[in-house]
């Protein structure tokens, strides 16, 4: 099992910046990646960044790339996300999430296995 808790969500002007952080514990020793997704009002959970705890290398969306960043502390056990230059369609409930197997697809949704219970961001125009 693996506990994960997101925070640093709030409100925020357009052009602005947040950074969550996500708290993992439990088995995380059997972690291949974690991610962000994130889900806003009747539309569908979407992949917005990942990291593979193996190399930490990253992964973003395309609508993100250059203005959200992923990273994780020396002990694995924290995940962050830096998202600057928000705009207001960027208001969702963000999700951190971890992936226990080498397989499937790193953007999908339905191929994590542990979630956080999420952290709103709202951004204002």
């Known amino acids: 099992q693996v506990q994960l808790v997101e925070s640093g969500g709030g409100l925020v002007q357009a052009g602005g910046s947040l950074r969550l952080s996500c708290a993992a514990s439990?088995?995380?020793?059997?972690?291949?990646?974690m991610g962000w997704f994130r889900q806003a009002p009747r539309k569908e959970r979407e992949f917005v960044a990942a990291l593979s705890w193996v190399d930490v290398s990253t992964y973003y969306a395309g609508s993100v790339k250059g203005r959200f960043t992923i990273s994780t502390d020396n002990t694995k056990n924290a995940l962050y996300l830096q998202m600057d230059s928000l705009k207001p369609e960027e208001t969702a409930v963000y999700y951190c999430a971890s992936k226990m197997f080498d397989g499937g697809s790193l953007y999908s949704a339905l191929d994590y296995n542990y979630w956080g219970q999420g952290t709103q961001v709202t951004v204002s125009s």
């Open positions: 439990g088995h995380t020793f059997s972690t291949y990646y």
